[in-house]
């Protein structure tokens, strides 16, 4: 929102274990106009914004070049485990699978609220990222969470544009 900048800076809202980090999300129709100047100006004061599940937004899901442009300007992002996990379905996370595979998505998260409405699938998520990517992934994933909780710099590979979906499997 418009006011996140002044809300940080008089403490109104903390940053992720008070570190450089500070969790953004949209909300799930649309990517608001300004965030990308948002970002710009959290970074300029030292913050790193990290999206929250990225995959859940429908803006995003229409127009992954979205995602895409704000990683590349130092964004992170955080995908849900339930989407990697099938939770949300099929196409939830095949999506999901194309955003890790450009590279687009720094750390998985439970986003379980509680634990009586929501059920964490984290193993699921690390299970099914270490069979489609390889074992390292999974560990890099879970390092850049640990690095996070200690103001550190997190691993990141060049993101990429996300591959366009096959239609049947032929294009």
Known sequence: YGDLERDLAEQQLLSLNDTKYILIEFPFDQVPRYAEQLFYDLQLKGYI???AHPERNREIR???SLL???VEKGAASQMTS???AGTFGKQM???SLRLVEANLIHFVASDAHNVKTRNVHNQEAL???EKEFGSEFPYLLTENAELLLQNQTIYRQ???PVKRRKLFGLF
Request: hydrophobic share 40%; aromatic share 14%; charged share 10%.
């Open 49 to 51: 914004p990290v999206i």
């Open 158 to 160: 060049p993101p990429q």
């Open 62 to 64: 229409e127009n992954p």
């Open 93 to 95: 996370k095949a999506f």
């Open 68 to 70: 895409y442009h704000l």
């Open 82 to 84: 339930g989407s990697l």
């Open 127 to 129: 299970y099914i990222l």
